[in-house]
Each structure stands twice: as structure tokens, then as C-alpha cells.
């Protein structure tokens, strides 16, 4: 497995998500004196789990901050490990369902990440697969960003979204790609059974060579006077149309 050189986890969110899901966890900073709200149940969880809990100023953790949003408590943990395609595949056998992934190609901006491996852990997808090189990685920001999803959901890093796509459909899973050209609503689109639904980049979308292998190109039908969504509002359209035929 692949490791992240990024080992901090920002905003209490994430780090109880990090807490309650058994990761590795080094140590966990907490601005001195914050005793009220969330953070109660997040020491107490740490302290049960005989996680060391540091108190430091705000100074100090705004100076680790890549984030500039971390709530008053930090935690460092080992460099995440990313899964393999494989890996997904395996998690979905174990639960005796049809393989449901999302993949992201050109996706840059970490939020959007972050965003988007939330929403497909609320739709009950397997997994999240990325670009080793064209694209973010799991970076602090996007975890934070994730909500506590990253912390469950698996996230594959490939270096070739196309050949990725090859291998996929050799395992029996039909690739949808979104595309504002494509004739083809998502609410025209079968999603059921194995399924692993791509989405492009902020500004150019997914590849030509990306979408010249998916099986699928779809749309999101627009009325307004805009012609484009952030991606990930526009995966999440797309992930929950999916869920909604699959469970």
C-alpha cells in the first residue's frame, strides 16, 4: 500500500471520525483551556483509547494548521495508507454486493475531494479512486473536508485513470463518465449492478482518453443560465441518482 507523506488531521469532525474508526493515532493537540462542546466527548474518547493529549496555545496550532480551520485540536497520525482498486473490489465481495466506485480524473481542488469521498460514504460506495499524477491527493484539507468520511472510506491512488477504467470493465464493472455533451440524462441511466462512475476535473472536465473508455457518457440536465456545477455537487448528483437504483 501506498503511504501519504500528510500526517495531520485537522477540526474535531475529522478527528473523532479518526478516533472512532481505530486508525493509529500519535498524539492529539488541543488549544488549552477548550472544555466545552464536541471537544468533551473527543478527549474522553481519546483518553479511553489511551491516546496522549497534548495541551498548547493557539499560536502553536495555527503554526501546524494547513487548514487555518482546525477547531482547536490537531491530531498527527501515521501517513495514510492508500487501498488498492483491488482492495475495493474485495471490501464489496465481503459484503456481498455489486461493486459501487466513484472516480475521480483531474480533480485538483482538495475540498472538492474531500466533498466528494463524503458523499460516497453517505451513498454507501466501496471507494474512491484518484490519480497518483494528475490530481490531489489526500491532503489535510480534503480529509477536513471529508467530514470524518475519510477516516471509513477507502481511496485507491492509480497512476492511469484510463488503464484503471480497462481493468474495471475486465472485472464485470460498467464505467459511467460524466460529460455536459453526452445525449443521455443521469436519470436515464441504469445504475444498478456493478458500477463505477467517473467525474472530471473543475475546469476541463474528465479526459478524452477517460471518456472514450467509459461504456456510459452522461449528463445532469440544466435549465439555468449557468451551464456547469462545482464537481463535487456535481458528483454527488450523480452518486446518490446511483444509490437511489441500487439500495
Request: contains cysteine.
Amino acid at each position: 500500500m501506498e503511504r501519504e507523506t500528510n500526517d495531520l488531521i485537522e477540526g474535531r469532525n475529522a478527528v473523532m471520525a479518526e478516533i472512532k474508526s481505530g486508525r493509529a493515532i500519535d498524539k492529539i493537540y488541543v488549544k488549552r483551556g477548550e472544555n466545552k462542546g464536541s471537544i468533551v466527548k473527543l478527549l474522553a474518547m481519546a483518553r479511553e483509547r489511551g491516546i496522549a493529549v497534548v495541551e498548547t496555545s493557539a499560536q502553536k496550532l495555527d503554526e501546524m494548521s494547513a487548514s487555518g480551520a482546525h477547531q482547536g485540536v490537531i491530531a498527527r497520525v501515521p501517513p495514510y495508507e492508500y487501498k488498492s482498486v483491488e482492495d475495493i473490489l474485495e471490501i464489496a465481495r465481503e459484503k456481498g454486493e455489486a461493486p459501487f466506485l466513484v472516480i475521480l480524473d483531474r480533480v485538483e481542488d482538495p475540498h472538492n475531494l474531500g466533498s466528494v469521498i463524503r458523499s460516497a460514504n453517505c451513498a454507501g460506495a466501496h471507494g474512491v479512486i484518484i490519480a497518483k499524477h494528475d490530481g490531489v491527493s489526500l491532503t489535510a484539507a480534503a480529509v477536513k473536508a471529508s467530514a470524518g468520511a475519510a477516516a471509513f472510506t477507502p481511496v485507491a491512488r492509480v497512476n492511469n485513470i484510463a488503464s484503471t477504467i480497462d481493468e474495471l470493465k475486465k472485472e464485470g464493472v460498467w464505467v459511467t463518465g460524466a460529460d455536459a455533451a453526452a445525449e443521455k440524462s443521469i436519470y436515464d441511466a441504469d445504475f444498478k449492478g456493478a458500477v463505477a462512475l467517473v467525474i472530471g476535473g473543475e475546469d476541463h472536465g474528465i479526459s478524452r482518453l477517460a471518456a472514450e473508455k467509459c461504456d456510459f457518457l452522461v449528463k445532469i440536465p440544466m435549465r439555468g443560465d449557468v451551464n456547469s456545477l462545482n464537481a463535487s455537487v456535481a458528483a454527488a448528483l450523480m452518486i446518490f441518482e446511483a444509490a437511489k437504483q441500487r439500495f
